[in-house]
């Protein structure tokens, strides 16, 4: 069993072909530009649509737990008391409730990916297991990697890299292909921008590489965190110092998860980062490829 938050299908962005992707919750890193907030608890949680109300009060009646009140401008909850069991998004006629991640057995979860083979056939595509960390769910993982290697499904697995060692190593021989997250490799800078130290990443990444394993790294091009050139430097020395790597992909920085923080009631850090321009992106690659690396832009 596990749990996980979506299983989105037709994703073209998650590795090879036409993919399956799906998202574990629960996520060890705190980075400041999150786009899925909603995947870095591993429980179960509220997520509101203030927009979509309309004031009928079921709510209010549904909850056990009495978390819910309201007021002039509609239910208030109040987080100390609410216990996400989902009551109140059961009753909530408007969609102005919903709950974010569901328990599901692996089975279930390949019961649900089966549905898509006609499409990694015709495609050369699969499975990718992404969130949240999905190393933080390692029987969930492993058993769902070797369910799809029994149907013949290329797996992918998209990783921050921060787990124990022998936990990368059980699950290494399952999976085809990894998308390995890179965000900066001085650490204390690492500590601070992601709320954890890198240490451990690192040294999975080289591990990974030296086992030559299949390895995209994905660097995230995050304006005022690690987009100055000597970070950049000292980050594309280190990719092109791997013994085994088959390239990197830069991904712009986006806004579009802005929304998903006010509908959890977290504040957002970096409100006043704008995205990288177009030629700013380019620039990037061309000096990632001045060190002997495969550089795309976009993944």
Known sequence: MGIVFDIRSFSIHDGPGIRTTVFFKGCPLRCQWCHNPESQSPAAELILHPSL????????????????????????TDGA???????CTAVCYAD?????GQTMSAAEVLARVE??????????GGVTFSGGEPLMQPDFLLALLRGCKARGFHTALDTCGFAAPETLARVREDVDLFLYDLKVVDEARHREVTGVSNVVILENLRALSRAGCEIVLRVPVIPGVNDDDAT?????????????????DLLAYHRAGIEK???LDRPYELMEAQPPSAERMDEIATRLRALGLSVTIGG
Do not use: K, M
């Open 232 to 248: 950049l430097a000292q980050l594309g020395r280190f990719a092109a110092d791997l013994p085994h790597l088959a390239r990197v």
């Open 81 to 87: 008391r609410c216990t996400a069991c989902g009551a």
């Open 261 to 263: 923080y006010e509908r």
């Open 115 to 124: 549905q898509d083979r006609i499409f990694y056939e015709q495609s050369g």
């Open 53 to 76: 109300c309309i004031g009928c009060g079921a709510c209010v009646e549904a909850c056990p737990q009495g978390a819910i009140s309201l007021n002039s401008h509609g239910p208030v």
């Open 96 to 100: 102005a409730r919903s709950l974010v």
